[in-house]
């Protein structure tokens, strides 16, 4: 069997769980705020239907999810748990009755970012003689899908005439919670509390006002709202280094393998692909098979480590599709089949998403979503 896999501790996920309700509490003691897990595209790499199963025994308030596919597919796995869509209805390619009839059947909670979605959603909703469940979604400056808050206004009292949709919630995203200087974020949040505020006193309420992702959560205490949508946090990650340290978290995802390759190579010989690494002396070389067809990518050539034994060794040459190589140096106690960490933390050794995601120029939630389906995930209970 290949070695390669991403082990996966349920407990970690766990105790950030318990960590994120901690923080919460601790900021408003005198409200039990909801927590909407964020498990959009596989659980950020970690698996869908795992990592749901336990955020719901551990009493998660709901499931965030991207699309109608993901929640279908989450609702096979988790029959009881509300699960909310954040994305919009691709109305086009349905057969629309058919669809919104499966829709309420698997009890989906949906987001209406456009008056066409909610006259559908509506419509159909009364000719299958049901009420279909939704959350509000206004853009406040993300500029991605959802009512323009300048015009939002009118958009949700229009929406309260359709008499087939429970308005459940409403809510807006943050396009800078996670940064040092607020003022963006203060921005948006002034801009929906203002439009709560006016909605409010012409007598539009709703049950659940959400806002807060996981920069929002460690950074802007007066965003939680009624309830939090976390999904770096839980996982482990900070989204920013301005965040870091806010709570006590860590990665519950171990990326790991085996050595299973050593050979002796001469001063002055190249490693791997395109010639870009060449030794200064005779060492010992290991072959781990992970690559860049495993999400293990070719931008840490050269620049990543892994741990070996509590000991760090450089990635030499270019990453390939399926193997790396490493410089075990001019001896070596390292021997095949001992485990490698390549991205995670174990004891006191840390090599994180955010780490490698540095090297490779872009955010660690880049780095655990690449994790390739061909890895295995091993659920642990520890
Ligand atoms: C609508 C929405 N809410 C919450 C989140 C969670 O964000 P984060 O992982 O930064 O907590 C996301 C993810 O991007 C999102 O799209």
């Known amino acids: 069997m290949n070695p390669t896999r991403a082990e996966i501790s349920l407990k970690r996920l766990e105790d950030n769980y318990n960590e994120i309700r901690k923080h919460l ?18 659980a950020y790499g970690h698996g ?29 796995h988790i029959p009881k748990a509300k699960i909310l869509v954040f994305g919009t ?35 159909y909703s009364k000719k299958l003689n049901r009420k279909f469940k939704v959350h509000i979604k206004i853009d406040t400056g993300l500029k ?40 963006f974020a203060r921005l948006q949040l002034n801009k929906f509390n203002e439009l709560l505020y006016n909605l409010k006193k012409a007598g539009m309420e709703f049950p659940i006002v959400h806002c807060a992702n996981s920069g929002a959560i460690l950074n802007i205490k007066d965003s939680y709202f009624d309830m939090v949508r976390p999904g770096l946090i839980l996982y482990g990650y900070f989204p920013s280094d301005e965040t ?5 978290i860590k990665p519950i995802m171990n990326l790991k393998s085996k050595v299973t390759f050593i050979k002796r190579v001469d001063a002055n010989t190249s490693i791997s692909y395109g010639r870009k690494y060449f030794t200064d ?17 070719r931008a840490f ?20 599709m399926d193997w790396l190589m490493i410089n075990l140096g001019v001896q070596t ?50």
């Open 244 to 248: 870091k340290h806010k709570i006590n």
């Open 48 to 76: 869908l239907r795992e990592i749901s199963q336990k955020l719901v025994s551990l009493g998660v308030d709901y499931l965030g999810v991207a699309n109608y596919d993901e929640a279908i597919k989450l609702r096979t």
């Open 281 to 297: 002396r005779k060492v010992f070389i290991g072959s781990i098979p992970i690559g860049y067809g495993d999400g293990y990518w």
């Open 144 to 183: 991605r899908i959802g009512f323009d808050v300048k015009r939002a206004f009118k958009n949700v009292e229009q929406i309260f005439n359709y008499k087939n949709l429970e308005i459940e919630g409403i809510f807006t995203h943050f396009a800078t919670s996670e940064s040092r200087d607020k003022s």
């Open 333 to 382: 106690d390292v021997r095949i089949g001992d485990d490698v960490l390549l991205m995670g933390m174990e004891n006191s050794n840390y090599i994180g998403a955010d780490t490698l995601a540095k090297i490779a120029g872009t955010i660690p939630y880049e780095i655990i979503c690449a994790v390739a389906d061909r890895v295995p995930r091993v659920y642990l209970d520890y």
């Open 301 to 320: 050539s050269g620049k990543g480590k892994v741990f070996i034994n509590h000991k760090t060794y450089p990635i030499v040459g270019a990453i390939t």
């Open 89 to 123: 209805l691709i109305h086009s390619k349905l057969k629309p009755a058919a669809y919104v009839s499966k829709l309420l059947k698997y009890n989906l909670v949906a987001t209406v970012a456009s008056l066409s979605t909610a006259k559908f959603l509506d419509f």
């Open 25 to 42: 509490q601790k900021a408003k003691p005198n409200k039990k705020i909801k927590i909407c897990a964020v498990v959009k595209a596989n």
